[in-house]
């Protein structure tokens, strides 16, 4: 598994702008004991923040642990005091971070949470180092000091703005120190935390929530519990659920077709489908060191010919957007540097002029590679539509092989492969994470792209800004470069949909560009 990623598949909900509601318990409007039934056709791999590092996860985490900031929903991009008072940086370059938590506060088991907590989090999480953790994501945490109860600095071996974003994160966790071993994953499937819900039950079928009474943070609890069933990748199972009313809210997993079935159906009254933006998006990736793709005009030549929008269309039924950048729209820094470059319709004339720059004077032989579901049940489909559409100019001999997950991982770290599929959901909704884990020094690409603007000038240069506006033109010089040496190609950025049995609300605040699926906000009228 490569470290510095939430490589996924493509999610079914949405998030509307509001305001954060604030504190404990049930609200205006809450269900007043109903629970909500929630299925997920993801896995979810930890139940140990120090472990997990996929969407599953996140969600359970983002629901039973606290950190010391939180995204408010609506997916404004800049996060909250949540179980901290505040915090803020205390130098001008970006290193140093200190919060103050809030007073009173406790985990789900009667321990009182403290500073130490905080620091033992983040320590444990770094010392465990787990590959298929988010401890990647801490590399210039240089380390952490409590010199009160109340009172955690971070120390920071280089400046990183985005701190803030990534201690808001799933990432952030904080733990009890007295219930969590020091060097090693809890194996148990307990979990103690401080979030709004407690963890009550854990197994292969469903995970079982309750309301923690001890919680005391910014979420208002508007329902009793919820339930998650597992689908374990059974998209059709998880549509037969929902439309029977087995469960409340298909989250994560239906297929483009199922959407365009329940959005049918929908005028029937029982099911409701909204339909917002994400910040999910996927790429093409190409081996810079590949004999074939390595050379620019075949990748040129590549940009030039796919058509997104005949993909997005014909594939996944209008569920995704047509992408131009490597910073999604909606993210700060979105501009549209590969349709400037290479437009929106097909070019056979300008592809085949940059095969000829190139000297490149015959077919070219190629192979596309996928995996069949890690991605979406469609990306099989996707990438053999691509290959088609290379066909179809006459100037490329292209196929589809897919194969299995685990054997894809390891053949991209071997260098296999010339061009491969990736998706990308972040970890937190900053042009940061659809740069430097790609462009950075830790490329999680592992395409052998280098470029010391990107590296050593604009990566560093936005590092520093806490006022993430002001890292604009940066981040549009980074997709501008990018465009012009084509180490990859976005293809498409995912449209979220909720899928919900009439009779459940709040559901459009449940995800949105933070990727935070928020239980507290679904009810029963």
Partial sequence: MIKHSRWTTLPILMGLTSALLTGCGFGIGSDGGAGIVIGMSDEVMATDPASGYDPGSWLLFNNVFQSLLSFPRGGAPEPEPDAAEKCSFSDSR???YRCTLKDGLHFSNGDSLTAQDVKFSFDRLRRIDDPAGPAVMFQALDRVEVPDDRTVVFHLDTPDATFPSKIASGAGSIVDRHEY?????RQDHAVIGSGPYTLDSFDKKR???S??????GNAQVRNSGVTLEFFHGQRGTLKQALTAG???????GLSAQDIADLEKRGGSGDIDVAEGNSAEVQDLVFNMDDPVVGRLGVRRAIAYLIDRNALVDRVYKGTALPLYSIVPAGITGHNTAFFDRYGADPSRSKAAEALQADGITGKVKLTLWSTPTRYGSATDDEVK???DQLNASGLFDAQMKSVSYGQYEKDIAAGKYGVYVKGWLPDYPDPDNFTAPFFGPENVLGNNFKNE???QQLIPRTAIMSDRSRTASDFD???????DRLPMLPIWQAKQYAVVRTGVEGYTYCLDASTVFRFWELYKP
């Fill in 94 to 96: 970006s290193q140093v």
């Fill in 181 to 185: 071993p020091p060097n090693a994953i």
């Fill in 207 to 209: 995970a079982t929530f």
């Fill in 211 to 216: 309301v923690n009474d001890s919680y005391k």
């Fill in 246 to 252: 087995d469960v409340d809210i298909a989250y994560r």
């Fill in 385 to 387: 539509a691509i290959a």
């Fill in 453 to 455: 603007t990107i590296t």
């Fill in 477 to 483: 010089e980074i997709q501008k470069i990018v465009a």
